[in-house]
């Protein structure tokens, strides 16, 4: 099987399930590394030192944002001229588009959100989640080559070996655009609930708290929102002790307590990390859609009848406000912080 895995990166930082991809495609043979960019140099050798037996390179200024056009004509003038079995791509927003756009040009189809892959003979067979991860479908692809995503954390990522290297090989660039990157929003590259290892996430719980005085002079809407800020500071504490990151239920932010980006759910992201915290969150359908992957999930509710405790590995019935500075407290000398 010959694989070819795209790393996909942001501005130089590699999304970690690129890796997984990589580990992925090695695990079912030969498989090779292909980077877009500007400045590469530090992802290619990093995907020598991650086990990419050869790496290819797209290094030119007209790569240096992303963008669907130069990218997917690189790429797919590539990809027709090595004539890969299968292109991996991590699931990312940019591989979203990149995969879509490479399988209209090699005339073939793409396999989204893979969370299991194995090879029969020729016959690429994935498994992916459906209906909100109710159910898991297999899948095949009877076009060639097979281009498929796979879902961050869904595969183990491989270490990095800092005692293997390589020579890279250039790849013709294709740097024909109508479109320019002018800036960026921060927002939106803020969290990247997709990687975490460990996520806190707050609910509408977060602004009940009476016994918090607002300052004087605030109107009702506006001691929630200071209320939801005191509250997801101590989300955030823990999150931070705990090396996490900060995730939210869609009451609190369409509440404005939280930008959306935090959202976990079926509107928001699907993440799988391995400690999942809900703190004020009574675990609706749609939230838990977005938690099914979570290895262990603790619960955190004044009300010991909420739905989230039915998921939950450990359940603590109590007021947030009191448990998670607690919580903090303990980590911290746990972990010596
Ligand atoms: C089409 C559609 C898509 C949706 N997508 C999403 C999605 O992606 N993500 C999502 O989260 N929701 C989604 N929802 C909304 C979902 O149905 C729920 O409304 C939402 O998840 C509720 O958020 P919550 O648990 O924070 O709030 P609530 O349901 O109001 O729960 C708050 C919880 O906090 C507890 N609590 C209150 N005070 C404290 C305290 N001091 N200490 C401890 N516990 C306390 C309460 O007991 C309660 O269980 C979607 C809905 C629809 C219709």
Not at 163 to 171: A, I, M, Q
Not at 326 to 331: D, I, Q, R, V
Request: with cysteine; aromatic share 6%; hydrophobic share 45%.
């Amino acid at each position: 099987m010959k694989t070819l895995v795209y790393i996909d990166h942001f501005k130089g930082e590699v999304q970690p399930a690129s890796w997984e991809a990589l580990g992925l495609g090695k695990s079912l043979g030969a498989a090779s590394a292909l980077i877009l960019g500007s400045g590469v140099d530090a992802i290619a050798k990093s995907a020598f030192e991650h086990g990419a037996d050869e790496v290819f390179v797209a290094d030119d200024t007209a790569l240096t944002d992303y963008r669907a056009e130069p990218f997917a004509s690189t790429l797919s003038a590539f990809a027709s001229s090595q004539s890969p079995d299968l292109i991996l791509f991590p699931t990312t927003a940019r591989t979203r588009e990149l995969a879509a756009m490479s399988a209209i040009d090699l005339n073939t189809g793409v396999l989204t959100d893979l969370i299991g892959l194995e090879a029969n003979g020729d016959e690429i067979i994935a498994t992916r989640p459906i209906y909100e991860g109710k159910l898991v479908e297999k899948i095949v692809c009877s076009g060639k080559p097979v281009i498929a995503t796979t879902r961050a954390r869904a595969f183990p990522k491989p270490e990095a070996d800092t005692s293997k290297s390589g020579t890279t090989t250039k790849v013709e660039v294709k740097a024909d655009a109508l479109t320019t990157v002018e800036g960026y929003s921060t927002s939106e590259s803020a969290v990247n609930l997709g990687d975490a290892g460990v996520i806190v996430s707050g609910g509408r719980g977060v602004s009940n708290n009476p016994s918090l005085q607002p300052p004087a002079g605030m109107d009702d809407k506006q001691a929630e929102l200071w209320r939801a800020q005191q509250g997801f500071a101590l989300v955030t504490e823990l999150a931070q002790v705990l090396g996490g990151a900060v995730g939210a239920s869609r009451a609190a932010v369409d509440a404005g307590y939280i930008p959306y980006s935090n959202q976990v759910g079926q509107t928001g992201k699907v993440v799988a990390p391995d400690l999942y915290i809900a703190c004020g969150i009574s675990g609706a359908i749609q939230h838990l859609a977005g938690i099914r992957a979570a290895k262990i999930v603790v619960a955190i509710n004044k009300d010991s009848d909420a739905p989230i405790f039915k998921v939950a590995r450990y359940g603590v019935v109590g007021d947030l406000f009191v448990i998670v500075p607690a919580l903090t407290e303990a980590f911290k000398k746990k972990l010596g912080k």
